[in-house]
């Protein structure tokens, strides 16, 4: 398993979820499946980033490595 930095931005400063932190995952899949299991997605997808870069939906399985950088940013939808 990889150590890499994950952040997650957007989401209401009152929400009581993960802001920042250092988790061990094997791919973006991993962080995503560990972050729905807390906080069910209801009404938001997320937009993700790898190390600056945009991931599509079919390239969450790609390997992470030590010291990768993850980004979730919620895009909500509603009215």
């Not at 079919?58 to 490595?65: I, R, T």
Request: zero cysteines.
């Amino acid at each position: 398993m990889a150590k890499v930095k994950l952040k997650i931005r957007g989401l209401s400063q009152t929400a009581n979820i993960l802001k920042e932190d250092t988790i061990n995952a094997d791919n973006i899949w991993e962080i995503i499946h560990h972050i729905e299991s807390k906080y069910p997605r209801d009404y938001y997808t997320f937009a993700i980033f790898l190390n600056g870069v945009s991931v599509r939906e079919n390239d969450q399985s790609k390997s992470l490595h030590d010291g990768d950088e993850v980004v979730l940013v919620p895009i909500f939808s509603g009215g």
